[in-house]
């Protein structure tokens, strides 16, 4: 049985627990929290838990063999190294660490420990995405032509990321697991209304060499909630909207049939449109599926479907996506 240390007891900190408290490969026995509240809250659902302030205690503990981070980006490089240094698996809250240079170093020292890195981007465990990666990886959808994302909602500022760090990493980790080609370059544009260092708002655009594109809007000053991602493809297009109980997913046999390239007219007259197909959805907890799928690549050495390679993809498209964010949407390349 793997023995779980959390670091972090705050708003994610307590699911953590909760799906690896529910597996019988793994017991949490130690938990983390620079709040008495916190810890008294974790104290009172898990009487057999020891607590305490002090990550490093976690990272030191000779029983520990998995360390999870739940705390905020700027702290996971630090936690990470000291508990992969002293020979504990490590699952980290998106987004994986603030810099790429972190993200390399942490991986290089996993490896040569050979010790498993899981960034925790639960998104890619939902039956919603996981029903998508199937039907793009069955043909269904065709060559892909765009991936069009929208993530908004009011409120919920962060005081130490802008927009981008804060919503982004969610789609572009689904991005980068739904497509097996990877963007070159990406353009960002955005604006602060009140802090002048974070942006609250935030147009994202990548570039793929196969003609591909992908569009991310991110804010935090939408009067409405939104959660929607388009996918179209030659033969059909799908959208996904997070916020549906029930639809989640509908697939359009709609499309452009080229039958000819000479003139204007011909492409423009082709349009295909047929039947919307609603394909049945798995609604087991994502953080259940991805728990347990971490679990198992620990005990069995396999490799975490947000390994740090993955993590560390996501970082530089932040990373670069924030550098063309500070030059006004200058094209940067990844």
Excluded at 19 to 35: I, P, Q, R, T, W
Excluded at 43 to 57: F, G, L, Q, R
Excluded at 183 to 198: I, K, Y
Aim: charged share 25%.
């Amino acid at each position: 049985m793997l023995k779980v240390g959390v670091i972090g007891y705050g708003y994610w900190g307590p699911n953590i627990v909760r799906n690896f408290m529910s597996l019988d490969e793994a017991k949490v026995v130690y938990v983390c929290d620079l709040l008495d509240d916190m810890l008294k809250k974790a104290k009172k659902v898990y009487p057999s838990v020891s607590i305490t302030k002090n990550y490093e205690d976690i990272c030191l503990a000779k029983d520990i063999d998995v360390v999870a981070i739940v705390t905020p980006v700027f702290t996971h490089y630090e936690m990470a190294k000291k508990a992969l240094l002293n020979g504990k698996h490590v699952f980290v809250e998106k987004p994986f660490t603030y810099t790429v240079e972190q993200a390399e170093e942490l991986i290089e020292i996993a490896e040569k420990r050979n010790l498993k890195i899981m960034v925790d981007h639960t998104f890619l465990f939902t039956g919603s995405v996981r029903k998508i990666k199937e039907i793009i990886d069955s043909g269904m959808l065709g060559r892909l032509f765009y991936f069009d994302s929208v993530r908004v909602n009011l409120g919920l500022f962060q005081h130490d990321v802008n927009v981008i760090w804060d919503l982004a990493p969610h789609d572009l980790s689904i991005m980068d697991y739904l497509i097996s080609s990877k963007p070159t370059h990406v353009s960002a544009t955005g604006a602060a209304h009140f802090n002048s260092e974070l942006e609250d708002l935030a147009y994202m655009t990548f570039y793929f060499k196969d003609n591909m594109i992908a569009h991310f809007n991110v804010n935090w000053l939408s009067p409405v909630k939104v959660r929607t991602t388009m996918i179209g493809g030659n033969k059909k297009m799908l959208l996904w909207n997070d916020i549906e109980e029930d639809q989640k997913i509908k697939i359009y046999d709609k499309g452009v049939d080229v039958v000819s390239r000479e003139g204007v007219y011909e492409l423009l007259v082709n349009y295909r449109s047929g039947d919307i197909w609603v394909p049945k959805v798995d609604k087991t907890e994502a953080l259940k599926v991805e728990t347990t799928h971490f679990v198992d690549c620990v005990l069995n050495n396999k490799t975490p479907i947000s390994d740090g390679e993955m993590g560390l993809r996501v970082v530089r498209m932040l990373a670069a996506a924030n550098k063309s964010l500070s030059e006004r949407g200058r094209l940067v390349e990844l």
